[in-house]
């Protein structure tokens, strides 16, 4: 009996079992409990280790499968992340695309205003410009109107102390015995004996100028002398020349025409350049008002003006030589002067 049911259970397996070539490639088959009897000990021990096989790959496949997808939940779990910083970072340069926008716009609003003010002041800058302008033009007007009044006033003072002779250097109280008018009497016949006589020479007026004596100076005040004519001016003035030195009492003193403050000014500018021909022999003269006369290549040559002179000095190589320092001395003054105002 039991060969026969080992008989039976192989020729079952003949039928039933399908034995692989190859363990790993076996596929599992279905068994049921009565193939499983009737199997012989070599094909359980086979299909064990199939089975175990089969599970060992299950296990790996599962481990394989775990791996995967704990893989897949890193990479999840970090694309996640990602897109949650992602998200952050749009969301802040959303924000910051607003802000520059916000400044954008506040810039532009603050440009637009800085540019309205700007125009606001040029035109502001324009109209004092124009108002500076015409004021300039205004006291430029004014200057000339105040040159051409001082002008007349000179010359008015001029012709009103045309006949006048201002003497320089007597001592302060001289005249308290025989007064001014007696002081240039002795003038006259200590240098001019011949004009002492002269009967037609006549003193309208005299007094000192300032009319107030200050103490702390120490030059006596001037004196100023009205003749009658100018014609006695002149003649007197002339003779001053002539003899040169002039003196009262031993001392010497000087006699002068007497002129307006402005041509006494203009008189005093000559006296560089009249120094400078006197010294070549030239035989300058500052003529009435403020012209300078001088002898030149044996013509006599007078000058309303510096500028005048300046342009004929140009025209003579050995004038120009002589007078180029003072010249230039004279330049550099205007000059000074020009950038002072």
Not at 5 to 11: A, L, T
Not at 253 to 267: G, K, N, Y
């Given at each position: 009996?039991?060969?026969?049911?080992?008989?039976?259970?192989?020729?079952?397996?003949?039928?039933?079992?399908?034995?692989?070539?190859?363990?790993?490639?076996?596929?599992?088959?279905?068994?049921?409990?009565?193939?499983?009897?009737?199997?012989?000990?070599?094909?359980?021990?086979?299909?064990?280790?199939?089975?175990?096989?089969?599970?060992?790959?299950?296990?790996?496949?599962?481990?394989?499968?775990?791996?995967?997808?704990?893989?897949?939940?890193?990479?999840?779990?970090?694309?996640?992340?990602?897109?949650?910083?992602?998200?952050?970072?749009v969301e802040q340069e959303t924000v910051i695309v607003t802000e520059v926008k916000n400044s954008i716009d506040q810039m532009k609003n603050t440009i637009e205003s800085l540019t309205n003010r700007m125009g606001e002041a040029e035109e502001r800058i324009l109209d004092l410009e124009d108002r500076a302008q015409e004021r300039i033009q205004s006291d430029q007007r004014k200057e000339e109107e105040i040159r051409n009044l001082k002008h007349i006033v000179g010359n008015l003072q001029d012709t009103i102390k045309k006949p006048n002779i201002r003497v320089l250097g007597v001592p302060e109280g001289m005249e308290r015995e025989k007064g001014l008018e007696g002081l240039f009497s002795e003038i006259l016949s200590e240098?001019?004996?011949?004009?002492?006589?002269?009967?037609?020479?006549?003193?309208?007026?005299?007094?000192?100028?300032?009319?107030?004596?200050?103490?702390?100076?120490?030059?006596?005040?001037?004196?100023?002398?009205?003749?009658?004519?100018?014609?006695?001016?002149?003649?007197?003035?002339?003779?001053?020349?002539?003899?040169?030195?002039?003196?009262?009492?031993?001392?010497?003193?000087?006699?002068?025409?007497?002129?307006?403050?402005?041509?006494?000014?203009?008189?005093?500018?000559?006296?560089?350049?009249?120094?400078?021909?006197?010294?070549?022999?030239?035989?300058?003269?500052?003529?009435?008002?403020?012209?300078l006369s001088f002898v030149n290549e044996g013509e006599i040559k007078t000058f309303h003006s510096k500028q005048k002179l300046k342009e004929f000095v140009a025209t003579r190589p050995a004038l120009q030589q002589m007078l180029k320092d003072v010249l230039h001395t004279e330049t550099q003054k205007h000059g000074h002067q020009y950038e002072r105002k």
């Open positions: 009996m039991p060969n026969n049911k080992r008989k039976n259970r192989g020729n079952k397996n003949k039928e039933v079992t399908m034995t692989p070539s190859n363990e790993k490639d076996t596929p599992i088959q279905d068994y049921e409990d009565d193939d499983i009897e009737e199997m012989q000990e070599a094909d359980l021990k086979k299909l064990i280790r199939t089975l175990r096989s089969s599970q060992k790959q299950i296990l790996e496949l599962q481990k394989s499968l775990m791996d995967k997808i704990e893989n897949l939940s890193r990479e999840n779990e970090i694309l996640r992340r990602n897109q949650n910083e992602t998200k952050q970072l240098n001019f004996p011949g004009l002492e006589k002269d009967r037609e020479i006549l003193v309208q007026e005299a007094h000192r100028t300032p009319n107030k004596h200050n103490q702390k100076r120490s030059s006596p005040r001037h004196v100023v002398i009205k003749l009658s004519t100018v014609k006695h001016k002149e003649k007197i003035l002339k003779c001053a020349r002539e003899k040169r030195q002039i003196t009262l009492r031993g001392s010497p003193i000087r006699l002068t025409a007497d002129f307006s403050s402005e041509t006494l000014q203009a008189r005093r500018e000559w006296r560089d350049i009249a120094q400078v021909l006197r010294e070549k022999n030239c035989q300058p003269r500052i003529l009435y008002p403020e012209k």
